[in-house]
């Protein structure tokens, strides 16, 4: 069971550049998520899709925008790669957000990202 | 001050110890309470899920939750270097699903 995949694992950028980290589910799930991971930070969310269809900003969403392309696939964009978007993201699902009262949500194993 | 503390750790405990793994917070309306463990290069996975307060058991894994004082903890008995792992908490309101706020984590290693 593939589960949450994320891709690529490793990414080295430059200041200004772009790129695009894509996430695909396959566990038929309505809502996904994007975190970032900083050291002495814990997690915190980016963007959100309650629904395919529909997405919304998150604790730290200045630098990135989002794509809900289908059911399956979020993926999140850097217009142009800051060294503060050094970090490790992860990309994450769950049944339906907001509707079960035991929200589980399941991770990918994560892009690292260098901003150089 | 951030909504949700929790010690970094790192936490170093022989084989076989009672660990006790804990988070304070400080958002009255926080409803859910997670601890997700998460291994080296890995993503996160749900560990212990509780909805308000009181216990919740699993296994060799205790959840408490103190909404009061606004604590919640996590107890691992007879503990396995398999436990290695850092632990986070996160919690999050009524109706807000997926939007969780975590904890630092805390860096756990179980010596054999």
């Known amino acids: 069971n593939a589960g949450v995949t994320q891709t690529p694992k490793f990414q080295v950028l430059k200041t200004g550049q772009s790129m695009t980290l894509q996430c695909a589910q396959d566990m038929n799930h309505n809502s996904m998520y994007w975190y970032r991971q900083d050291p002495g930070m814990g997690l915190r969310l980016i963007y959100y899709?309650?629904?395919?269809?529909?997405?919304d900003k998150g604790e730290v969403p200045n630098g990135y925008n989002v794509s809900r392309l289908n059911k399956r696939e979020f993926s999140l964009r850097l217009e142009s790669a800051a060294p503060s978007q050094t970090s490790v993201y992860f990309c994450a699902s769950s049944e339906a957000y907001g509707i079960l009262t035991n929200e589980k949500l399941f991770f990918g194993s994560g892009t690292q990202l260098s901003v150089l | 001050q951030k909504e949700v503390e929790q010690d970094p750790g790192p936490l170093s405990v022989p084989e076989g110890a009672i660990v006790s793994l804990n988070c304070t917070y400080s958002?009255?309306?926080?409803?859910?309470f997670m601890w997700y463990r998460q291994y080296s290069r890995k993503g996160p996975e749900l560990l212990m899920y509780?909805?308000?307060?009181g216990n919740k058991e699993d296994g060799r894994f205790t959840a408490q939750v103190d909404k009061s004082s606004k604590y919640i903890s996590l107890f691992i008995r007879d503990s396995q270097p398999s436990d290695s792992a850092t632990y986070l908490c996160?919690?999050?309101?009524?109706?807000?699903?997926?939007?969780?706020?975590f904890g630092q984590g805390t860096e756990l290693s179980v010596k054999p």
């Open positions: 958002n009255s309306a926080f409803q859910y």
């Open positions: 509780t909805y308000s307060s």
């Open positions: 899709s309650a629904s395919e269809g529909t997405t």
């Open positions: 996160a919690m999050s309101e009524n109706n807000q699903g997926g939007k969780l706020i």
